[in-house]
């Protein structure tokens, strides 16, 4: 999709071969210094922040998939707030606040607003999955209105009637979807790449990245990925062992 993949890729492949050469000679070749550097540049950093571009094979499916993962994370921050409302345990409702204030940020008005404006319209005019977007949009729109009411629920102290509504929000948003990301990542997400072609395949992962750096800042995902990992430590649920079956 970009062509810094193959690049990166051919210099890693003759390092690999000048390697093969004794220690000695290898280091006497013209430029092993710069090939080098090359490979480094092109291979995968431990740290998400380091270097300046974006993962250089990732397709809008991977891009949206990945963002799905953000919501999923939040979302079961979300199932563990309802049932501390439900048993009157301590919450912390600034981290549940933040946490909606997140799915607004990066899936509603972000991650949403690529479906609506890039792929529901594709599979509309060619008149495939039509009543399954039908479906995705009305439920964008259903989703907006719960991350209203969740958001106004978080600020301030709870009243029992209020805690028994924001867990009952809580859990609709989560019903919806589950099922709803579910069916994006099965079928409509690898329905796309059949129906618009390879070139405006590749196209659209240009403009989603665009759009991320637009709409989220230069390393959107990344900070995304930071955030959700700081709410999952003030719900004390950022550790994963923990969470084995």
Same mark, same amino acid.
């Given at each position: 999709?970009?062509?810094?993949?193959?690049?990166?890729?051919?210099?890693?492949?003759?390092?690999?071969?000048?390697?093969?050469?004794?220690?000695?000679?290898?280091?006497?070749?013209?430029?092993?210094?710069?090939?080098?550097?090359?490979?480094?540049?092109?291979?995968?950093?431990?740290?998400?922040?380091?270097?300046?571009?974006?993962?250089?094979?990732?397709?809008?499916?991977? @891009?949206?998939?990945?963002?799905?993962?953000? =919501? +999923? $994370?939040?979302?079961?921050? /979300?199932?563990?707030? %309802?049932? !501390?409302? *439900?048993?009157?345990?301590?919450?912390?409702?600034?981290?549940?606040?933040?946490?909606?204030?997140?799915?607004?940020?990066?899936?509603?008005?972000?991650?949403?607003?690529?479906?609506?404006?890039?792929?529901?319209?594709?599979?509309?005019?060619?008149?495939?999955?039509?009543?399954?977007?039908?479906?995705?949009?009305?439920?964008?729109?259903?989703?907006?209105?719960?991350?209203?009411?969740?958001?106004?629920?978080?600020?301030?102290?709870?009243?029992?009637? @209020?805690?028994?509504?924001?867990?009952?929000? =809580? +859990? $609709?948003?989560?019903?919806? /979807?589950?099922?709803? %990301?579910? !069916?994006? *990542?099965?079928?409509?997400?690898?329905?796309?790449?059949?129906?618009?072609?390879?070139?405006?395949?590749?196209?659209?992962?240009?403009?989603?990245?665009?759009?991320?750096?637009?709409?989220?800042?230069?390393?959107?995902?990344?900070?995304?990925?930071?955030?959700?990992?700081?709410?999952?430590?003030?719900?004390?649920?950022?550790?994963?062992?923990?969470?084995?079956?």
């Amino acid at each position: 999709m970009r062509s810094r993949f193959t690049a990166s890729f051919a210099t890693c492949y003759f390092t690999r071969m000048f390697t093969n050469q004794p220690r000695r000679g290898f280091l006497k070749s013209a430029g092993a210094g710069v090939v080098l550097l090359g490979c480094a540049h092109g291979s995968h950093s431990d740290s998400p922040h380091e270097g300046g571009d974006k993962d250089d094979n990732v397709t809008p499916a991977e @891009d949206l998939m990945r963002e799905h993962g953000i =919501l +999923r $994370r939040v979302m079961y921050l /979300y199932d563990d707030a %309802a049932r !501390r409302l *439900d048993e009157h345990h301590e919450l912390p409702v600034d981290a549940l606040a933040a946490g909606a204030a997140l799915i607004r940020r990066v899936i509603e008005d972000y991650h949403e607003k690529l479906e609506e404006e890039f792929l529901f319209p594709r599979f509309e005019k060619a008149g495939k999955l039509v009543e399954l977007v039908t479906t995705l949009r009305k439920q964008h729109v259903v989703g907006r209105t719960l991350t209203d009411q969740i958001t106004a629920l978080s600020k301030g102290k709870l009243a029992d009637s @209020d805690r028994a509504t924001l867990a009952s929000a =809580l +859990r $609709r948003f989560n019903h919806m /979807y589950r099922p709803h %990301a579910a !069916r994006e *990542d099965t079928v409509l997400f690898p329905a796309l790449r059949g129906l618009v072609g390879a070139k405006a395949y590749g196209e659209l992962g240009e403009q989603f990245e665009h759009k991320e750096t637009q709409m989220l800042g230069e390393h959107g995902f990344e900070h995304a990925v930071d955030e959700v990992a700081r709410l999952e430590q003030a719900f004390g649920l950022d550790d994963l062992t923990k969470l084995t079956a």
